[in-house]
Nanobody, 115 residues
Framework: EVQLVESGGGLVQPGGSLLLSCAAS????????MNWVRQAPGKGLEWVSA????????AYADSVKDRFSCSRDNAKNITYLQMNSLKPEDTAIYYC????????RGQGTQVTVSA
């Protein structure tokens, strides 16, 4: 059974940083790409970032490019999302998901960016 557990969310001021983690189990983590998606209040799911199975290649939505960085540790079965220069519009529940797509995702972690 695929299990994904996100952590690291919280309340942060604009301009601040957060590091999200996603612990994976129940599948061969090192052989799958991983996605990060988010859902802002009242809106649908938005793709944020993807990282390939090796961790050498990552892609980002234009809205977070140059501010967010995705990485992974295949020895620990964890993927990370480093979020810098946070903006109020980054407020959302953040999910990691086993690629392809994001139907298999965790319970999410809340990120609130507010003064």
């Amino acid at each position: 059974e695929v299990q994904l557990v996100e952590s690291g969310g919280g309340l942060v001021q604009p301009g601040g940083s957060l590091l999200l983690s996603c612990a994976a189990s129940g599948f061969a983590f090192s052989t799958y790409s991983m996605n990060w998606v988010r859902q802002a209040p009242g809106k649908g799911l938005e793709w944020v970032s993807a990282i390939d199975s090796s961790g050498r290649n990552a892609a980002y939505a234009d809205s977070v490019k140059d501010r967010f960085s995705c990485s992974r540790d295949n020895a620990k079965n964890i993927t990370y999302l480093q979020m810098n220069s946070l903006k109020p519009e980054d407020t959302a529940i953040y999910y990691c998901a086993k690629a392809p797509g994001w139907s298999q995702r965790g319970q999410g972690t809340q990120v609130t960016v507010s003064a």
